[in-house]
């Protein structure tokens, strides 16, 4: 069955270290998104992109980046991880713009 | 751009009553609304979704409704059981377009037994 996976599920990392979430999908979906899930902000958009080599920002986008090199997958890297970034991240995908998103399971992100 | 506000933030009831979630709309153009249902430590999962040329739209004991000239729609469970008791967010877009889903706040809804 098609589906969307992330890596690694949970990260305990220092200030100041880089760091790439993974994000995998086998549905073959053109639309990628990456999302941040803080108590009392419900899902703030990151970055997403609408097909390779395309990438675009979202509301919370400072010291985050993307990059897609592949319609497969959308890795998230925090470029020096702040205590501010401690949160959980979710991916998702889909067929068609502004259509129905499917959401990976997360990753709990700890920034010590 | 959107903005989609959700009402209640917490909503608990009894087992067997029945739920309701609000979500009013910004921009009239928006044509899909889409409802998720995130269990704990789960990333969110689509439950019903409504495009703006139906009214309601029913899926054994959840329904969705929409007022597209009030710019709201709801979601409806009813004969509640302990698994309904999640985080249920709204969103709203416009299919089609370049413009992604804008998502509600989120409503945790607690089912008492």
């Known amino acids: 069955d098609a589906e969307i996976t992330q890596s690694p599920r949970h990260k305990i990392t220092e200030t100041g270290r880089q760091v790439t979430l993974a994000c995998h999908q086998t549905w073959n979906h053109n639309n990628m998104f990456w999302y941040r899930q803080d108590l009392g902000h419900g899902l703030r958009l990151i970055h997403y992109s609408y097909g390779v080599h395309d990438t675009n920002k979202g509301e919370v986008s400072d010291g985050y980046s993307v990059s897609r090199s592949n319609t497969e997958d959308l890795p998230l890297t925090l470029e020096s991880a702040a205590s501010s970034q401690t949160s959980v991240y979710f991916c998702a995908s889909s067929r068609a713009a502004g259509g129905t998103q499917y959401f990976g399971p997360g990753t709990r992100l700890t920034v010590l | 751009g959107e903005n989609v506000e959700q009402h209640p933030s917490t909503l608990s009831v009894q087992e067997g009553d029945s739920a309701v979630i609000k979500c009013t709309y910004s921009d009239s153009a928006s044509n899909y609304f889409p409802w998720y249902k995130q269990e704990l430590g789960k990333g969110p999962q689509l439950i019903i979704d409504?495009?703006?040329?139906?009214g309601e739209k029913k899926d054994q004991r959840i329904a969705v409704t929409l007022n597209k000239t009030a710019k709201h729609f709801s979601l409806h469970i009813t004969e509640t059981q302990p698994e309904d008791s999640a985080v249920y967010f709204c969103?709203?877009?416009?299919?089609?377009?370049?413009?992604?889903?804008?998502f509600g706040s989120g409503t945790q809804l607690t089912v008492l037994p």
């Open positions: 969103a709203a877009s416009l299919e089609g377009s370049a413009r992604q889903l804008t």
């Open positions: 409504i495009r703006s040329n139906v």
